[in-house]
């Protein structure tokens, strides 16, 4: 089962902190949706607001085109799995997987066989005889999981439920989120702080920031293309680097930067920058490159450090511009001191507010 999901002008104030300002938001049916966000950024507020944990102080929550926002949680078309699974640690792996069930009067031969298919679901057959101390991190994650799924929500919210797991694990257990979503077809609403989490399982990331939506959008376009500095800076590591807009001509927009005379195709919100503006041009470290043809940035390396899939290089533009961070492959040789000359596609830089 599955619904569409829509959040309107929901508020929530704590005293007179206000943790969510108005925040609306559609999801479609089936989808993958993700809310990230730092720390009190309100994420965790809002998905409470729609199980019905919390109530909105102003707003309203549609689940299938029903407004459920005066409903209990026991009566929305929704389930919630919690970073710290909340199994019944008297019952087996089986019980608990059939739990909601018997909660909603099916006979027990049919809830344990339902209880038998979720766990094949989670890759957990012949598991429902043991206990939940048997089990490892990730095992209880996927009992948590099937129980969930068990009662056939319309809507599964996932609070953090991968935050207490060591990094293999929690990188397969994406995998596998990701993998069961499919099948099951079901609207998930997913809740973290991590930015690769966030991308490797969502349809669509929601960025939240102050209690309101900062950005949201496919993973690669939140990326990619950002449309404000704090979504840039939070999902991931970005250069920004002051410019000013001298002119347009040709089909693009001209840009005086400290690194030298830049030039963007004039398209979307660029058509409306003025002559004059300042901004910042963003470029993740990942597209300033030796190899890569375009605007070529000569420079010292300040320091490099191995991150496994990659050399963190710092260097220090020449004759001037801020310090910059580029990925280099593992096997680059560069050291402190050295000088180094690397470049960057304009298409793939990003134009950003000034602050």
């Known amino acids: 089962m599955t619904a569409p999901v829509e959040l309107v002008a929901i508020t929530r104030d704590f005293g007179a902190t206000r943790a969510l300002d108005g925040v609306s938001l559609g999801l479609s049916a089936g989808e993958f949706a993700v809310l990230l966000g730092p720390s009190g950024c309100g994420k965790t507020t809002l998905l409470g607001i729609l199980g019905g944990f919390l109530a909105p102080s102003a707003g309203h929550v549609l689940i299938g085109g029903q407004d459920v926002t005066a409903l209990p949680p026991a009566r929305r078309p929704t389930t919630t ?25 099916m006979r027990r031969l049919a809830r344990m066989a339902r209880a038998d298919e979720m766990l094949a679901l989670v890759g957990l057959q012949g598991a429902g005889t043991r206990r939940p101390h048997e089990l490892s991190g990730g095992q209880r994650q996927r009992v948590a999981l099937a ?3 068990a009662v056939e929500p319309d809507v599964l919210l996932l609070d953090e439920p991968l935050g207490a797991l060591d990094l293999k694990l ?5 995998d596998e989120l990701k993998s069961i979503q499919r099948r099951v077809g079901t609207t998930f609403v997913h809740v973290t702080h991590d930015q690769e989490e966030a991308m490797a399982i969502a349809d669509r990331i929601v960025v939240m920031n102050g209690g309101r939506i900062e950005d949201e959008g496919t ?9 404000s500095r704090f979504t840039a800076a939070f999902m991931g590591e970005i250069n920004l680097v002051p410019a000013r807009v001298g002119g347009a001509g ?3 927009l001209l840009l005086e930067t400290a ?15 003025q002559p004059g503006a300042r901004l ?13 043809a375009g605007l070529r940035i000569p420079g010292t390396v300040i320091e490099t450090i191995f991150s496994g899939t990659h050399q963190r290089v710092r260097l220090q533009p020449s004759p001037a511009g801020p310090p910059l ?21 304009p298409a793939a830089a990003v134009l950003l507010p000034e602050a």
Not at 84 to 96: E, R
Not at 259 to 273: E, I, Y
Not at 325 to 345: C, K, M, N, S, Y
């Open 81 to 105: 799995v919690f970073q710290d699974y909340a199994l019944f640690p008297h019952m087996s792996v089986a019980q608990n997987v059939a739990f909601g069930l018997r909660m909603r009067g």
């Open 147 to 149: 129980r969930a799924l």
């Open 170 to 174: 929690r990188r397969q257990m994406q």
């Open 219 to 227: 993973p690669q376009r939140v990326y990619l293309r950002p449309r």
């Open 250 to 252: 040709d089909g693009h």
């Open 259 to 273: 690194l030298g005379p830049v030039r963007l195709a004039l398209k979307g919100d660029l058509s409306a920058v």
């Open 280 to 292: 910042a041009l963003g470029i993740r470290p990942e597209h300033l490159r030796p190899d890569e």
């Open 325 to 345: 961070v580029a990925h280099l492959p593992q096997g680059a040789r560069v050291a402190p001191g050295e000088a180094i000359t690397l470049a960057f596609d």
